[in-house]
């Protein structure tokens, strides 16, 4: 069905973009800037094929920034009259509920034509009455040729592939990680600013990156932080915010060290916000049905010493420790993270269940934007 | 895909039908005789496209009638094969649970073949943890290209509505309104007299109306009043039979006397049920997990005083207020209702995300019904 | 869409299998030497068109070889460039929650391109508030082709079967029967040794068959006994091990006379297993959101005495009643068993929908296997 569709002029494939309201100031960089700069390197994203993504820190820099190009063509381009996962069948198995970040993944599967078995609530499965993820793993097998796991523990990723046999993508495991939140992440900031997908030419520009929160216990931040590595050498330093005498924990220490990141460790926001280049706001944690919330120092408005140019961050879903007076101001950046979250998720899955070719013209276009 | 796939003849394209079991006596309107009479106007519809659905009375009576006459069509033919919604997808967000109405509107997605996100319980959103619906509806702009929402608050269109820039549709709002509802309510109507679509050409014949039920606080026999206005020229008299002191609610009583329907309110069913054309019955009110039951004196069975020629109208679940003893009486128009709401939701679909050319030989087809 | 797509070679559509884990010596029958045997009979199959699905004993034996020959052929065979369900409507009802049986199902049906609607929470419904199962019916006959439901009471199917007149497919009721769990585990079977679906060529070579369960109380394992009756002629004795004075229930016993089967009750494991060639697990019973378990004379493990060359079936989910250290040993017949279930589901929804001549090709090859 798909391969003899014919492939509709790429103008007329672009997509009708929702628009901000007007008046607002949020940021929504331009996809383009960031794919057309230069093309997708396709090699780099074939070494993902039937791989697990379970940790910010499997992907190279060039993973990353490769998927980030491919996204920001998806955000731009219709890709559905392609139908690049045609045939392809995804379980969505939320031991953990939450709306978001599943239906931010069956967004995904569908524009690219993929088709859903949706596990919304654990509490519908076996597993809540005392099935091993062993076992659900190997009935996986037959069912899906994907699975998209979160779950309440950490080592569930562990549990099970003890059992699959085909690609598991960590949706969030306990206080583990993840990964794909911090690709969101680092798309947002690759589109913001393109040259981070390349050497930095003058190193005094470098940026420095704020965390309020504790990566040594929230998956989200701590897989952003490991991802930032990557890009060490665009980082001046890392400085993390938070009431915890430890936030980081032994592994994500262990991990700053080797990278040669400068970090720091504070509780006081007010002295540190106003050099922050980008504040990634995660002082808050949904765990289950319940959250842990910092405490009002913790919390950002637009009434905060921000820097004029600097950006915020933040994974969603928020309380009040991110005050809606910001989300006019050109501070927001997590909109536009939100709203890429589908298109990073569209680029790994092609990626990861071998589909890339189902865009040849698209890809050509690409690949001599100068002729 | 679709634009490519060749169409069938059109009577290869008729749909088998499911027939009501054969004792049964139950109104089966044959959706020819509404949609043969004349052609369908689709300019009307055109007006529909990227609009919000969110009350009754929005709609005019011509939009009313081309819907209603659309969804007939739709109901007489097989649609799939023209694809019309390939491509668009759908949020079902059942913040307040209810399986008839989503099932019913994804039904009418999956027929026409657009896709599906659905939120099947509001317990597994970040809603019930605390989050905003406007962030929610910043979620879905880029998630969806429509979001189907159902919530237990009447506010809760206003608040999605801060951000969301995709076409909503109201599903039921708290004690606020359902129209999509009234638009199945009054499609039943409609085949069964498809003279209500055009002006009364005989003044004596107009309908007694008659509710069971409190349109002030309930939101389908609220919609189906409201909706009732734009028929005001073959209504005779509107009779609301409640428990209640005053059932309409300020809104709606201001809005029927604009309209220039006489109306009355009574707590006695045995005394004005044989005087009405049309009986819509919904003396129960179900509310999140409970519902509120009027006394006996409210019920319906085969033994009830109703005029011969009457008919029964029903938004349905039921509990014991309406008794099967109707279900295979000429009384029930109500399993047709339900039956046509998947199509009347399917015609106003097609509307509001702009796929009404996707069948162009039916339309014209119908358009030169005499050629 | 599905009828112009033109059907790559056979060999082209050969299904990439998930293979076991190397150090596994778990049993994965070749599908190849079930359905490459003899050409599959579609008219047998053509019989459950249009049919309810709704206990093992309605099936004949020449329908089950039939199916578990179809179910053989989809395994080997990508089917989804096929589209055998096109514009077919499925509703999954899980009254009664059971994750890996809808998701079993909404694999099969996602695999032949047809489409969901999921009720995968009884809870959510309309049900729940106390509308009857005869009203769901109707509202289901305008929403979908057909209905695959699961409920915890015994009398549901003959409830919604009042109005539903669309094939129903029972997916579990209550204490009474789950035919399709009982087709996957004669596929198993019938993978395992081909010559099941002939008459048996040499009468001493007859199989023991015991059941570790209480078949007058769990559907799983009465409805697998129920089909072995249309096996008799290969069965020397059924052997049914339970703590349970009764285990078969009334209605049982009697099959069993009727079909002439050899049958005995004990409440001794170890004296029996080492005579037996296939183990049917059961001793635990999932009932909705609690399960009763026996107790531990009736688990197994690999020190049980089991005959080298006997065989484990168990339709899962399982606890510590089958022990994981069976399940890479060469008695593991469980994993393969729960792998086909989706296969011969596929097969049977094409048949009940009408949908077999889907793949001509495909049949005319298998149909003279010997040119």
């Known amino acids: 069905m798909n391969e003899e569709t014919p492939l509709p002029p790429p103008e007329e494939a672009e997509r ?55 996204a920001a063509m998806l955000e731009k381009l219709e890709i559905w009259p392609y139908h690049p996962l045609d045939g392809k069948i995804f379980v969505t198995a939320f031991f953990e509920a939450s709306t978001r970040t599943r239906t931010s993944f069956e967004s995904a599967i569908l524009r690219l034509d993929g088709k859903v078995i949706s596990i919304a609530d654990g509490r519908t499965t076996g597993q809540a009455k005392g099935e091993s993820l062993a ?28 059992n699959l046999r085909i690609p598991l993508i960590n949706a969030g495991n306990g206080s583990g990680e993840h990964p794909t939140q911090a690709l969101a992440d680092w798309f947002a900031l690759l589109k913001w600013k393109p040259e981070l997908a390349l050497p930095p030419v003058d190193k005094s520009n470098k940026l420095n990156l704020g ?81 842990k919330n910092m405490d009002s120092r913790f919390k950002l408005d637009s009434s905060s010493p921000i820097k004029e140019s600097a950006v915020i961050l933040h994974p969603l879903a928020r309380l009040d420790e991110l005050d809606t007076s910001l989300d006019k101001t050109p501070h927001n950046l997590y909109f536009s993270q939100a709203h890429g979250a589908v298109f990073i998720r569209q680029a790994l899955l092609m990626s990861v269940l071998g589909r890339l070719n189902a865009l040849p013209q698209m890809m050509d276009l690409n690949q001599n934007p100068s002729d």
């Open 16 to 70: 009708a973009s929702i628009e901000p309201p007007e008046d607002s100031k949020a940021i929504r960089p331009e996809p383009g800037d960031l794919f057309e700069r230069n093309a997708v390197d396709l090699n780099v994203l074939r070494e993902l094929e039937g791989e697990n993504i379970l940790v910010a820190g499997q992907f190279s820099f060039e993973q990353v920034c490769e998927l980030c190009k491919l």
């Open 135 to 162: 076992d659900i793993g190997e009935m996986f097998n037959g069912y899906a040729d994907c699975v998209i796991m979160r779950h309440t523990d950490t080592d569930s990723t562990d549990q099970i592939l003890q």
């Open 211 to 291: 965390i309020l929160g504790t990566p040594g216990s929230m998956r989200a931040v701590k897989s952003f932080l490991l991802m930032a590595l990557l890009f060490h050498e665009h980082i001046d330093k890392v400085t993390v915010i938070s009431e915890m005498a430890d936030p980081f924990g032994e592994e994500v220490t262990e991990e700053l060290r080797k990278g040669g990141i400068d970090y720091e460790v504070s509780n006081d926001v007010r002295e540190h916000l106003p050099e922050l280049d980008i504040i990634y706001m995660n002082s808050i944690a949904f765990l289950g049905d319940s959250y």
